[in-house]
């Protein structure tokens, strides 16, 4: 696990860390919080978007939980 990004300077962000997702379960996160945020806004999309359109993932999770947000 790569951590690319030091949230520790501002007391909400604390809490967080910044990845590149690397593993399977880590892909399969992001395409889980990409599905969430569509689902809330109301978003549709003509065709699914599948981890293999992408290049390279960013995956934010709670530092405590493990949790992806």
């Known amino acids: ?19 590149i997702a690397e593993t399977p379960e880590q892909k399969q996160a992001c395409s889980l919080v990409r599905q969430r945020v569509q689902d809330q806004q109301g978003l549709r999309c003509q065709r699914a978007l599948t981890n293999a359109d992408f290049e390279r993932q960013l995956l934010m999770q709670d530092r405590l939980s493990g949790m992806p947000v």
Do not use: K, P
């Not at 790569?2 to 990845?19: N, P």
């Open 1 to 19: 696990m790569i951590e690319s990004a030091d949230h520790s300077g501002h007391a909400l962000t604390s809490r967080l860390m910044t990845l």
